[in-house]
T-cell receptor, first 116, second 114 residues
Framework: SQQGEEDPQALSIQEGENATMNCSYKTSINNLQWYRQNSGRGLVHLILIRSNEREKHSGRLRVTLDTSKKSSSLLITASRAADTASYFCATDKLNAGGTSYGKLTFGQGTILTVHP | DARVTQTPRHKVTEMGQEVTMRCQPILGHNTVFWYRQTMMQGLELLAYFRNRAPLDDSGMPKDRFSAEMPDATLATLKIQPSEPRDSAVYFC????????????FGAGTRLSVL
């Protein structure tokens, strides 16, 4: 199966609620990144967490990383209608020599709908 | 306001025609990526370049697709001949190799092959 798999595939919540999305991967990584894509637009980088970090915050975003389980989660607190978008995790994989390939592997994404 | 610029934004063509998509990466970025996005396959990496040299084009159908970087400010993706199954949104992204590999995406080219 594909590296960087998100779940759920779709999430529908009310404004003000928290949204949690999960991502799993299979190989060693340099870092893990989350991107957002609004309908009809390109992806926009949200937040990056390095392999030696366990938690990162940016505004209403909180990312966790568990390298032993090869998983990450993205939490959006106090969601707004404007957060409606697709969210992708992307892994910066390490090669056999322990260095980055310099490219990202994207998951299939989670479609988040926030109802006003 | 630095951004990746892609042209055209939309392209409708007939099967068998040649299609050329262009990308201007952010000035100073030395790595350029081409992706294809469809509902069925999601976001697929087609090819990427570093310092204008192709590093990996294994995601690209070699018989009809070609990607080049004539200079540091222009990347092109060409499909010849185009087929209906090529209909998709094609994204270009750029990054700075030593800057955590954060990628900056263009707005995409929506291609429809009839």
């Amino acid at each position: 199966s594909q590296q960087g798999e998100e779940d759920p595939q779709a999430l529908s919540i009310q404004e003000g609620e928290n949204a949690t999305m999960n991502c799993s991967y299979k190989t060693s990584i340099n870092n893990l990144q989350w991107y957002r894509q609004n309908s009809g637009r390109g992806l926009v980088h949200l937040i990056l967490i390095r392999s030696n970090e366990r938690e990162k915050h940016s505004g209403r975003l909180r990312v966790t990383l568990d390298t032993s389980k090869k998983s990450s989660s993205l939490l959006i607190t106090a969601s707004r209608a404007a957060d409606t978008a697709s969210y992708f995790c992307a892994t910066d994989k390490l090669n056999a020599g322990g260095t980055s390939y310099g490219k990202l592997t994207f998951g299939q994404g989670t479609i988040l709908t926030v109802h006003p | 306001d630095a951004r990746v610029t892609q042209t055209p934004r939309h392209k409708v063509t007939e099967m068998g025609q040649e299609v050329t998509m262009r990308c201007q990466p952010i000035l100073g970025h030395n790595t350029v990526f081409w992706y294809r996005q469809t509902m069925m396959q999601g976001l697929e990496l087609l090819a990427y370049f570093r310092n204008r040299a192709p590093l990996d084009d294994s995601g690209m159908p070699k018989d009809r697709f070609s990607a080049e970087m004539p200079d540091a400010t222009l990347a092109t993706l060409k499909i010849q001949p185009s087929e209906p199954r090529d209909s998709a949104v094609y994204f270009c992204a750029s990054s700075v190799r030593l800057a955590k590999n954060i990628q900056y995406f263009g707005a995409g080219t929506r291609l429809s092959v009839l």
